[in-house]
């Protein structure tokens, strides 16, 4: 089974109200005095992003698609670019932004495992613009 990759043809997500969150491992183990002691819960690392993309009409479009049949209304995860890495400058420890050979800026390349969280997709319209947000959960 191959996974689903996001579409590049959707713009990166907007930094506003970009937010992340990991999800709690421990489990609180309460004792009959003094305060809760803890234990793991779970080793898997999983994290929510709550994500918004400005999209033309065309994009909308290309982004439902994904959504209803690439990934079946969101039950399929997929791969898609990390809003805080993918694509940034990299730089030297010295600070000084590195270059590919031809003078090229070097950027980096990060992707993410994800799934649809629980806050499905929900969109806003102003003038031709439409604003979707929605969840993703950050697989180990």
Known sequence: ?????????????????????????????QGSYGPPSYERASSARIRDMALSLALDPVQRD?????????????????????????????????????????GQPLERSARLLCIFGSEL???????QTFTLSFRVVVLP
Do not use: C, N
């Open 1 to 29: 089974m191959s996974v689903a990759i996001w579409p590049t043809d959707l713009p990166r997500p907007l930094r506003r109200p970009y937010s992340a969150q990991p999800h709690d491992l421990r489990r609180a183990r």
């Open 62 to 102: 290309l982004f439902w698609h994904f959504f209803e049949d690439i990934v079946q209304d969101g039950i399929k995860p997929f791969w898609m670019p990390d809003p805080t890495r993918d694509g940034w400058q990299l730089y030297a420890p010295d600070g000084a932004a590195l270059q590919t050979p031809d």
């Open 121 to 127: 997709p929900s969109e806003t319209l102003q003038g």
